[in-house]
């Protein structure tokens, strides 16, 4: 782990979305000894699948956390409605605001400020406003993004990669979405270690990288 990173911030629009983004990166965050924190602004219960009960997915997301190694005390779920996150932009801010100050992250994960889906770019939007004075690296998910810098790549192992999967088998209202399957998944990990000459590998954007100084 970066000597600088003891605590990361993931902030997800959705449930699945941090999982998705950047998940192999977080079971490494936790392995060596990071404090994770996971934030989903919305628990999508307008998205569920015909028969599927409210809170679907904020259950299945602090299932699919624990995989990841997260303390369930550190994962917060709140329950603005899917594709209208950019009606309520104000209180999404004030949100990360307080997350800031009560996590006082190192390093903060979000959607890279690309993505085309409403929900995600708000979220990118006011992250970066709340977040200014602190490193951020935006995640892909490469079915919203028509445009990513790859700029940033961090390695993970295959049990790390593995994890990532099993996390998201944790959603089984979402079984059947293309990006969910497994092979997937290790695909693109695969693609991305490529590109840096190591087997796997997470990337990311960098949107803001701030070296700390030695005495905090």
């Known amino acids: 782990m970066h000597e600088g990173i003891r605590r ?11 999982e998705l983004g950047c998940g192999a990166s977080i079971a490494r965050f936790v392995e060596e000894g990071a404090d994770v924190f996971y934030a989903a602004f919305s628990t999508a219960d307008q998205s569920l699948p015909e028969g599927r009960p ?7 997301l602090r299932a699919a956390t624990a995989v990841l190694g997260i303390p369930q005390e550190n994962v917060l779920v ?9 009606y309520v932009r104000q209180e999404i801010l004030e949100r990360l605001v307080r997350l800031r100050e009560d996590i006082q992250p190192d390093l903060v994960l979000m959607p890279c400020p690309h993505d085309v889906h ?15 004075k602190v ?3 935006g995640y892909e998910l490469p079915w919203n993004t028509i445009e990513f810098n790859a700029q940033a790549f961090v390695h993970v192992t295959p049990a790390q990669v593995e994890t990532k999967v099993s996390a998201l088998m944790a ?9 969910m399957e497994a092979d997937f998944i290790r695909g693109w990990a695969r ?4 590109q840096i000459g190591t087997q796997l590998a997470e990337a990311f954007e960098v949107i803001r990288w701030v070296i700390s100084s030695s005495a905090r």
């Open 191 to 194: 693609m991305r270690g490529v």
């Open 118 to 132: 409403q929900d995600h770019s708000t979220v990118a939007a006011e992250g970066l406003r709340a977040f200014k």
């Open 78 to 86: 709140y329950d603005y409605e899917v594709r209208k996150l950019n």
């Open 171 to 179: 959603y089984g209202s979402q079984a059947g979405r293309d990006y």
């Open 8 to 18: 990361v911030l993931v902030v997800a629009p959705h449930t699945d979305d941090g």
């Open 54 to 60: 409210p809170g679907t997915l904020a259950q299945e």
């Open 135 to 137: 490193s951020i690296l």
